[in-house]
């Protein structure tokens, strides 16, 4: 429980140091917070809300497909079936979708005035609870952030695309 509060108390001591003269937030900052984020959220063992549903949903995959899976939620169904053959494949499953999070959670922070500031807001709830208690909805929030995003800079049609994804996921 510690590291989770040390690595808030870091996000906090990061936004009160940033300042528009002195980014901190560069694209290897931000390639290292994708990749150290997916790993926790990707990692988890028996972390969350929905973790029995998850793990009925992947066993339904081990004993083969039927059409009532692929009702739903297509994409993380498709994820699903490609990690079913793995042993670990449920870390898998978890880690792909935590990776979407991360990368959209972090391109949105790069868009505001204070990144760090954003990502420290976001770490308790958003982080913490959502992204490592329900996995599709945090695939879905992530892919609404970057929708967002898009559609801030006039891409009307893109921006559908991402919503429509998101709801491929939940």
């Known amino acids: 429980m510690i590291s989770y509060y040390l690595l808030y108390f870091f996000l906090a001591f990061k936004s009160i140091e940033e300042t528009q003269a002195f980014n ?3 694209k290897q900052t931000q390639n290292l917070l994708i990749i150290f984020f997916s790993l926790i959220i990707g990692l988890r063992y028996e972390v969350g809300g929905d973790w029995d549903q998850y793990k009925k949903i992947f066993s339904k995959f081990n004993e083969g497909l039927s059409a009532e899976s692929l ?3 297509p994409s993380f169904y498709l994820i699903n079936s490609i990690f079913s053959e793995f042993e670990f494949g449920i870390y898998f499953v978890n880690l792909v979708c935590a ?10 922070c ?10 420290c807001v976001a770490y308790p709830y958003l982080i913490m609870v959502v992204a490592m208690g329900y996995t599709r909805q945090s695939v879905s929030i992530g892919l609404s952030l970057l929708a ?3 559609l801030e800079k006039g891409q009307f049609y893109k921006s559908i695309f991402y919503i429509i994804l ?3 996921f939940h």
């Open 110 to 119: 790069e868009s505001l005035p204070r990144p760090w500031l954003g990502l």
């Open 148 to 150: 967002f995003l898009v």
């Open 71 to 73: 009702r739903l939620e």
């Open 24 to 26: 901190t937030f560069k």
């Open 99 to 108: 990776v979407i999070f991360s990368y959209c959670l972090i391109k949105f």
């Open 166 to 168: 998101g709801m491929t």
